[in-house]
T-cell receptor, first 113, second 112 residues
Framework: EAGVVQSPRYKIIEKKQPVAFWCNPI?????LYWYLQNLGQGPELLIR????????DSQLPKDRFSAERLKGVDSTLKIQPAELGDSAVYLC???????????FGAGTRLSVL | GNSVTQMEGPVTLSEEAFLTINCTYT??????LFWYVQYPGEGLQLLLK?????DKGSNKGFEATYRKETTSFHLEKGSVQVSDSAVYFC???????????FGPGTRLSVLP
């Protein structure tokens, strides 16, 4: 069974440019999470979806970040415009439901120059 | 708010040495506790978990016991291998996935 798939694995952009990350969760998983992981730190939740509904986006900087999960399957996370401080690893995870084991993708490493 | 504290790394051990990585937590309720492992170039993987006080989670020779009285969930392994080299994250969940908090991670390097 395929795990959580994220793309791209790496992205290098100049500041003020837009960028998008894509996540394909494990088939049948209703809950999807986006996390931000800064160097040397643990993941921090950005947004959580239950099917297509964003049920917790309190930590998402809404002035520049946006996310969507169309049809309750794949999800995209977008930053526009990117800032130097956005350089980090963006992790996607999915679970059968809230409270179930989370399975993580390998992440997208973003470098903003 | 909830938080997780881990011992600072990196931790460097020789193969077959005993491992302890300390983890303590602060939570308002009775959280579930987890250890995740991240191998180089890979995503986080659940290593073990415990859902109530005095539970012991175990997997791949690793163990951790949920100690409510000391709010701790220390990770132990009796004999580490080079392949155990990774970053280990302690985490808690006090609301069925709605309040999942990770610690900062501890990097373990095992030398042959």
């Amino acid at each position: 069974e395929a795990g959580v798939v994220q793309s791209p694995r790496y992205k290098i952009i100049e500041k003020k440019q837009p960028v998008a990350f894509w996540c394909n969760p494990i088939s049948g998983h209703n809950t999807l999470y986006w996390y931000l992981q800064n160097l040397g730190q643990g993941p921090e939740l950005l947004i959580r979806y239950e099917n297509e509904e964003a049920v917790d986006d309190s930590q998402l900087p809404k002035d520049r970040f946006s996310a969507e999960r169309l049809k309750g399957v794949d999800s995209t996370l977008k930053i526009q415009p990117a800032e130097l401080g956005d350089s980090a690893v963006y992790l996607c995870a999915s679970s059968l439901g809230a409270g179930d084991i989370q399975y993580f993708g390998a992440g997208t490493r973003l470098s903003v120059l | 708010g909830n938080s997780v504290t881990q011992m600072e790394g990196p931790v460097t051990l020789s193969e077959e040495a005993f491992l302890t990585i300390n983890c303590t937590y602060t939570a308002t309720g009775y959280p579930s506790l987890f250890w995740y492992v991240q191998y180089p170039g890979e995503g986080l993987q659940l290593l073990l978990k415990a859902t109530k006080a005095d539970d012991k989670g175990s997997n791949k020779g690793f163990e951790a016991t949920y100690r409510k009285e000391t709010t701790s969930f220390h990770l132990e392994k009796g004999s580490v291998q080079v392949s155990d080299s990774a970053v280990y994250f302690c985490a808690l969940d006090d609301n069925y996935g709605q309040n999942f908090v990770f610690g900062p991670g501890t990097r373990l390097s095992v030398l042959p």
